[in-house]
């Protein structure tokens, strides 16, 4: 079990693996001493002399000190000079904080946020680390938890104006971690539309280094994630620290080098897009952020944030459920289908082994291309003459389930809603709206907006035979105003949006617990684990083509876990990239996240549809192990020709292991791969092969797999214990 140990001057946070320690300095500063493998006792002398701190914890805010202090939650202006976590804007104007300790609290069990994703479960200890501002009247508490399964702090902060005057909330982050030696890489997820999730890694340097997003979501381009990691630090070795936002809109995510090679590194809103007028008797929460520590590499890094997924994270009923294959028509017909067309792709689904039959875009109002009807949902009686319901109907009796593409949060100039009520759009006055993707973005800061996109989709749920959700968002932020927020309040918008967002899906989520629901934002533009808390899977990226997805899956892997991944075969050549891969490499690729197709079956060659059968049957038996395995990557697509990655079942009787390469060398060697994650004990036959290795051997000596000839070519092995 975690424990909570507070003794006179500190504050220790541990479970059996790892230990988090604050000291209580004299005068009420809250000190960051120690994140890292479990200790039993923290003697801070060390610590504080190497800051240049007094060691005995006695300080004296003068001269500018607070500049060489490790803070948990430090502020702007008395005298540190790095990026702070708080700044606040007083009724004089004036920005400056001085928060000193006050009390704590422990609690069983793990904070919750009003209106935020959090992370939940038993097996958690909360701590509420109380301190003020004085002079302010700002009363701010911090929260951490920590769980018993997983090595993982969670954090954030609640800020409460208990003055009679308001105050300006300007920068409040949900993480800052000080660090005494600046000898670590920044590693962070970015990318691009159809290249989601690159591992970027680079040395710190002086000054500050970060990702970020003011688009009003996480983003294709940056994800709410950063590591330091040792410059010596493998996939398999190595100490890693490394955090993530529970929050899915604008973000900041970076380190700072400063003063003494001391790094701070930070995760939260993004004060760009950011700022809450907190009037007297107000409080605010920031985002959640959860912080990891690993010494066995990005390995041990990513173990930890997929066990988050999965057992404190994801709710209802999909979190542990084999979720089902699915095929959905997007690139089968893009917009242009009717009810006959629908129907015989979901035949040929049905006969080869699909459970899902996803509709997507083009269902509504008069859609025939992107530029119209986004809310006006009520189904297009061209295309479905006899409605949703019959299609639902006729979909089930082929065994299939049905699954419907909603954009829920967008508005088309060209649409009755806007019609009727242009208010809704976000907007400024006097200016003319900026589209993308010829649509406007609704202003879900409203009750009334919110209202209409809770109704929009819960008529249709209720009406209809509807079993699945994909809940796209296909553009970002622009003409960042709303009608119904007074000026003072004007700079709340982009978090307003997402409170709002939070609200329509978490009464969705209530109302409809047997719909699964996927998260989309055109492919992985808002992978993140504050949908993850609402919807139990994301489309992955548009990018389907099997080369470009090892790159993409591998990235998304260092903190999601295969059961958050959308990942599907498609067509050839493909649609994003015009390369021809073969099906089994597809395939190979796809099955490592939740499976399905994007492509019309019926025109593939008998001999493919064969293949698919074979391997639809191999996903239905390995399901369990693919889905919610340990997943452990091996060879890296960003170093070289080849990856490689394995999932063993918890029990470790079972695991699949997928190779890939991109470009085929003459007279190569066969790869040797050296696995991970088995059961060195235990004897494996690999199922295709029908040879016998212990894990030992596999894990020191390696397996060599043969691979066939030609590009992209890949393999995919099933092994289990005897
Ligand atoms: C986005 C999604 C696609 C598809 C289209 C439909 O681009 O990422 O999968 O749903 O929208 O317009």
Redesign the pocket.
């Known amino acids: 079990m975690p424990e909570i140990i507070i003794t006179e001057n500190q504050i220790h946070l541990r479970n059996d693996r790892i230990s988090y320690v604050i000291g209580i300095l004299e005068g009420g500063i809250a000190a960051h001493l120690y994140f890292g493998r479990r200790v039993e006792a923290f003697n801070p002398a060390s610590v504080l002399r190497r800051w240049g701190c007094a060691e005995d914890g006695s300080f004296d805010p003068q001269n500018c000190a607070l500049n060489h202090v490790p803070q948990e939650y430090p502020s702007y202006g008395l005298g540190d000079m790095r990026e702070g976590a708080l700044i606040v804007r007083a009724a004089d104007g004036t920005a400056s904080a001085d928060l000193r300790f006050v009390s704590t609290t422990v609690e069983d069990g793990k904070y919750g946020l009003p209106g935020l994703p959090a992370a939940f479960g038993d097996g958690a200890k909360t701590l509420r680390l109380q301190l003020r501002d004085e002079l302010l009247g700002l009363n701010v508490t911090l929260l951490y938890a920590i769980f018993d399964d997983c090595d993982i702090i969670a954090r954030s902060a609640l800020f409460h104006n208990a003055s009679s005057r308001p105050l300006s909330l300007e920068r409040a982050a949900s993480l800052c971690l000080d660090l005494p030696d600046d000898r670590w890489d920044l590693v962070t997820l970015s990318g691009d539309w159809a290249r989601e999730r690159d591992v970027i890694r680079r040395r710190l340097t002086p000054g500050e280094m970060s990702v970020s997003s003011v688009r009003g979501a996480s983003s294709l381009l940056a994800s709410p994630f950063a590591a330091l990691a040792r410059p010596e630090t493998t996939e398999a070795a190595g100490e890693v620290i490394a955090a993530a936002l529970v929050y899915s809109g604008s973000f900041y995510a970076g380190a700072e080098v400063g003063s003494r090679h001391a790094v701070r590194l930070q995760l939260g809103l993004n004060d760009r897009h950011f700022g809450w007028l907190l009037q007297p008797g107000e409080t605010f929460a920031a985002p959640e952020a959860v912080l990891t520590w690993s010494d066995r590499g990005f390995d041990g890094m990513s173990a930890q944030f997929h066990r988050l997924c999965a057992a404190h994270v994801v709710r209802g009923k999909f979190a542990h459920a084999p979720r089902p294959i699915l095929l959905?028509n997007?690139e089968a017909t893009y917009f242009g289908f009717d009810e006959e067309k629908l129907l015989t792709i979901a035949r040929k689904a049905a006969e080869v082994g699909v459970e899902l039959f996803v509709l997507?875009?083009?269902w509504f109002g008069h859609r025939d291309a992107?530029n119209s009807s986004l809310g006006d949902w009520v189904v297009d009686r061209r295309k479905l003459p006899n409605g949703l319901k019959s299609l639902g109907e006729k979909v089930h009796a082929l065994g299939l389930k049905l699954g419907l593409?909603f954009?829920p949060e967008m508005i088309s100039p060209d649409s009755d809603l806007y019609r009727a009520h242009p208010e809704y759009a976000m907007q400024i006055r006097g200016r003319t709206p900026i589209t993308g993707r010829n649509q406007l973005i609704l202003d879900l800061s409203r009750a009334d907006v919110q209202d209409f996109v809770y109704h929009a989709v819960a008529d249709i749920l209720r009406e209809n035979p509807i079993d699945y959700v994909?809940w796209?968002m296909?553009r970002n932020f622009s003409n960042v105003g709303s009608l119904a927020l007074p000026l003072e309040r004007m700079r709340e918008l982009p978090h307003r949006y997402m409170l709002g967002l939070y609200g329509v899906l978490e009464k969705l989520q209530a109302e409809f617990p047997d719909v699964l629901f996927e998260s989309?934002?055109?492919?992985g533009g808002r992978f993140d684990l504050g949908m993850l808390y609402y919807m139990p899977q994301t489309?992955c990226s548009?990018n389907t083509d099997a080369l470009c997805r090892c790159r993409i899956q591998w990235g998304t892997s260092l903190v999601f876990p295969p059961f958050a991944m959308g990942s599907h075969v498609s067509a050839v050549p493909n649609h994003q990239t015009g390369r021809v891969t073969p099906i089994r490499t597809r395939a190979n690729v796809a099955m490592s996240g939740c499976f399905g197709f994007e492509l019309d079956l019926n025109k593939l060659p008998e001999s493919e549809i064969e293949e698919v059968k074979a391997v639809i049957t191999r996903v239905k038996e390995l399901r369990e192990t693919l889905l919610y395995g340990d997943f452990h990557r091996l060879l890296s697509p960003f170093e070289g020709h080849d990856t490689a990655w394995i999932t063993v079942s918890p029990d470790k009787r079972e695991a699949v292991l997928m190779f890939t390469r991109d470009l085929a060398q003459p007279d190569t060697d066969q790869p040797m791969l050296t696995l991970r994650g088995l059961d060195p004990a235990l004897t494996y036959t690999v199922a295709e092969t029908g040879e016998a290795y212990t894990g030992a051997e596999l894990m020191a000596s390696g397996l060599c797999v043969a691979l066939p000839w030609g590009d992209a070519a890949s393999v995919s092995l099933t092994l289990r214990a005897q």
């Open positions: 959905n997007w997507d875009d083009g992107d593409w954009e994909k796209d296909n989309c934002s055109s492919g489309w548009d």
